[in-house]
Nanobody, 120 residues
Framework: QGQLVESGGGLVQAGGSLRLSCAAS????????MGWYRQAPGKQRELVAR???????NYTDSAKGRFTISRDNAKNTVYLQMSSLRPEDTAVYYC??????????????WGQGTQVTVSS
């Protein structure tokens, strides 16, 4: 059973920066696709950024140029560096780990979430 533990959230002023971390255990981290999602009050959870086992990344449009996802396979950790933060980035940020083989999803794990609040 995989486990994901996020850290690094907090309160920051608009224009500031935060780095989120997600430590994984119970999975072969190096072959997992890792992602960061967020959910604001009253809204659906949305993908923020994702990084494949091969290092390919993709971002939601609002994160492009401001956020960077990276992974350290030696530490079983994925990061989300967020800069130029805006009040609309306020949300609970969740870490996700998944692995697909063909059309079959082998696993899909979620962390407990970490709150990011950006004040104006």
């Amino acid at each position: 059973q995989g486990q994901l533990v996020e850290s690094g959230g907090g309160l920051v002023q608009a224009g500031g920066s935060l780095r989120l971390s997600c430590a994984a255990s119970g999975i072969i981290f190096s072959i997992a696709t890792m992602g960061w999602y967020r959910q604001a009050p009253g809204k659906q959870r949305e993908l923020v950024a994702r990084i494949t086992s091969g290092g390919r990344t993709n971002y939601t449009d609002s994160a492009k140029g401001r956020f960077t996802i990276s992974r350290d396979n030696a530490k079983n950790t994925v990061y989300l560096q967020m800069s130029s933060l805006r009040p609309e980035d306020t949300a609970v940020y969740y870490c996700n780990a998944n692995r697909d083989v063909g059309s079959a999803r082998l696993y899909d794990y979620w962390g407990q979430g970490t709150q990011v609040t950006v004040s104006s």
